[in-house]
T-cell receptor
Framework: SQTIHQWPATLVQPVGSPLSLECTVE??????LYWYRQAAGRGLQLLFY??????ISSEVPQNLSASRPQDRQFILSSKKLLLSDSGFYLC??????????FGEGSWLTVV | AQSVTQLGSHVSVSEGALVLLRCNYS??????LFWYVQYPNQGLQLLLK??????LVKGINGFEAEFKKSETSFHLTKPSAHMSDAAEYFC???????????FGKGTTLSVSS
């Protein structure tokens, strides 16, 4: 069966520090991969999606970037965090079935 | 472009009462529609989905939703609420090409005894 792992689960970072959130999927090949952010009272916002290695589409211009160095690995990064980057970040994947499956999420607090 | 509107950011019901969470969508192509549930501090879990075929879709935990094209709606219902149903619920839409889901802003369901 397919599984998705996301880490770290919780992160407290100072303003201006870098960020790296990692996500891996097991049990499937060539998945579509996604990063969503959930901020309080604002629902789920799609940040990035990837249909293949090295192929990244950005939905929202911002302080963040994403990379897909391997087929089942998706990384969310920032060089300098802002207070507004705080939120709950969710990695997700799907294949051809149009059903997206989510990881457990990562809480980021920028202080 | 596609969009989703969830009517009511908070819904409160008593245990045993009917649950109705409203979702309306906008799509220029036949939509795929989803309901996800999120328990506190956890990721999202798929409740049910509509792609094609039968418009009444049954999901996990006794939930169901009906796709009504004429009303552009996909409301989520459960005949009898349990305390364990308290969570945040998200409606989402995608197109048949399978690009990323567009989510509503969510509805928080509270269940009182």
């Amino acid at each position: 069966s397919q599984t998705i792992h996301q880490w770290p689960a919780t992160l407290v970072q100072p303003v201006g520090s870098p960020l790296s959130l990692e996500c891996t999927v097991e049990g499937t090949s060539n998945p579509n991969l996604y990063w969503y952010r959930q901020a309080a009272g604002r629902g789920l916002q799609l940040l990035f999606y990837s249909v293949g290695i090295g192929q990244i589409s950005s939905e929202v211009p911002q302080n963040l970037s994403a990379s897909r160095p391997q087929d089942r690995q998706f990384i969310l990064s920032s060089k300098k965090l802002l207070l507004s980057d705080s939120g709950f970040y969710l990695c997700a994947w799907d294949s051809s079935g149009n059903t997206i499956y989510f990881g457990e999420g990562s809480w980021l607090t920028v202080v | 472009a596609q969009s989703v509107t969830q009517l009511g950011s908070h819904v409160s019901v008593s245990e045993g009462a009917l649950v109705l969470l409203r979702c309306n969508y906008s799509s220029s192509v036949p939509p795929y529609l989803f309901w996800y549930v999120q328990y506190p501090n956890q990721g999202l879990q798929l409740l049910l989905k509509y792609t094609t075929g039968a418009t009444l879709v049954k999901g996990i935990n006794g939930f169901e939703a009906e796709f009504k094209k004429s009303e552009t709606s996909f409301h989520l219902t459960k005949p009898s609420a349990h305390m364990s149903d308290a969570a945040e619920y998200f409606c989402a839409v995608s197109n048949q090409a399978g690009t990323a889901l567009i989510f509503g802003k969510g509805t928080t369901l509270s269940v009182s005894s």
